[in-house]
């Protein structure tokens, strides 16, 4: 079975500064999806960037970055230039290719960002 | 486009008490269906997962139960709720199709969430 470890339940930035959160995974697979989700105290769920594991370049999208290791199984998520509306919870997500796979969650890491 | 519906927002029922949760996608087919919980300042919690009507799968077992009577319609029930299933419950779905400069590929998009207060 497919588990994602978040080590960092809390985090705290100052804005403007680099934040980097970390996720691990396990699995057996070859191919297979990886996302950061970002949770806002309105508690919606927000896709922040997404990872094809037969894709060697990492993802990007604006501020956010990733740094996908998959010999490690690691993947962690860069933000650059940290701003207020960036405190919330961040998911890291997983799930095998093949379009009818469930989706599994890490635990989650609280990123607060102070001004 | 796509968007997902979940009712209600907010729910309080007795110890004891049945429950049902509903939640309805639009502009797709053949989705795959989630029912997630997330206990307060926690992670989500695989619940169910569906692939189609009729196939549920269960992650947990637990007090509830889930179906899927249309293709893209999910229930969450329960015949008696326990004080432990107070929680927030998120629906999700998810397909595979071509999104663009993405490519063929796979995204989940989440419902507003119920916040269930069982006393």
């Known amino acids: 079975a497919q588990t994602v470890t978040q080590s960092q339940p809390e985090m705290s930035v100052q804005e403007a500064e680099t934040v980097t959160l970390s996720c691990t995974y396990d699995?057996?697979?070859?191919?297979?999806?990886l996302f950061w989700y970002k949770q806002p105290p309105s508690r919606q769920m927000i896709l922040v960037i997404r990872?094809?594991?037969?894709?060697?370049q990492n993802a990007t999208e604006n501020r956010f970055s990733v740094n996908f290791q998959k010999a490690a199984k690691s993947f962690s998520l860069k933000i650059s230039d940290s701003q207020l509306g960036d405190t919330a919870m961040y998911f890291c997500?997983?799930?095998?290719?093949?379009?009818?796979?469930?989706?599994?969650f890490g635990k989650g890491t609280k990123l607060t960002v102070n001004p | 486009s796509q968007t997902i519906h979940q009712w209600p927002a907010t729910l309080v029922q007795p110890v004891g008490s049945p429950l049902s949760l509903e939640c309805t996608v639009e502009g797709t087919s053949n989705p795959n269906l989630y029912w997630y919980r997330q206990a307060a300042g926690r992670g989500l919690q695989l619940l169910f997962y569906?692939?189609?009507?009729?196939?549920i799968s269960s992650e947990v077992p637990q007090n509830l139960s889930a179906s899927r009577p249309q293709d893209r319609q999910f229930i969450l029930s329960s015949k008696k709720l326990l004080l432990s299933d107070s929680g927030f419950y998120l629906c999700?779905?998810?397909?595979?199709?071509?999104?663009?400069?993405?490519?063929?590929?796979?995204?989940?998009?989440f419902g507003q969430g119920t916040r269930l207060t069982v006393v």
């Open positions: 997500a997983f799930m095998k290719q093949g379009g009818s796979e469930k989706l599994v």
């Open positions: 569906s692939v189609g009507i009729g196939q």
């Open positions: 990872q094809e594991a037969y894709k060697q």
């Open positions: 699995t057996s697979e070859n191919n297979y999806y």
């Open positions: 999700a779905w998810s397909d595979y199709r071509d999104r663009g400069e993405a490519g063929m590929n796979t995204e989940a998009f």
